[in-house]
């Protein structure tokens, strides 16, 4: 089991900048894939990017694609979301979310853990 803890939401002007990390518990980190899903409100949960075990593969939404970078240092068991050129759009609850690697990896109920969530908000 992993216990997720997501930091460095807040808010910021459109075209600006944030990194949201997330730190997991235990010593198996490197046992899952990581991904990162947003919830607006009034809308549902969706995926936003993902990286596998070793970092060497990614996957991300085509809304993010090109300004969201997703990174992961299993040394220090934390998984990173770069997000530039932030829109009002990417205003939401931003959470982390782990799973043991499999092949589905954009639906939420594929991530058995899951982290408390982190606010950001992007004014216009």
């Known amino acids: 089991q992993v216990q997720l803890v997501e930091s460095g939401g807040g808010l910021v002007q459109a075209g600006g900048s944030l990194r949201l990390s997330c730190a997991a518990s235990g010593r198996t980190f490197s046992s899952y894939a990581m991904g990162w899903f947003r919830q607006a409100p009034g809308k549902e949960r969706e995926f936003v990017a993902r990286i596998s075990r070793n970092g060497g593969s990614t996957a991300y939404a085509d809304s993010v694609k090109g300004r969201f970078t997703i990174s992961r240092d299993n040394a220090k068991n934390t998984v990173y979301l770069q997000m530039n050129s932030l829109k009002p759009e990417d205003t939401a609850v931003y959470f982390c979310?782990?799973?043991?690697?499999?092949?589905?990896?954009?639906?939420?109920?594929?991530?058995?853990?899951w982290g408390q969530g982190t606010q950001v908000t992007v004014s216009s």
């Open positions: 979310a782990a799973q043991i690697q499999i092949s589905t990896f954009t639906a939420p109920r594929a991530y058995p853990y």
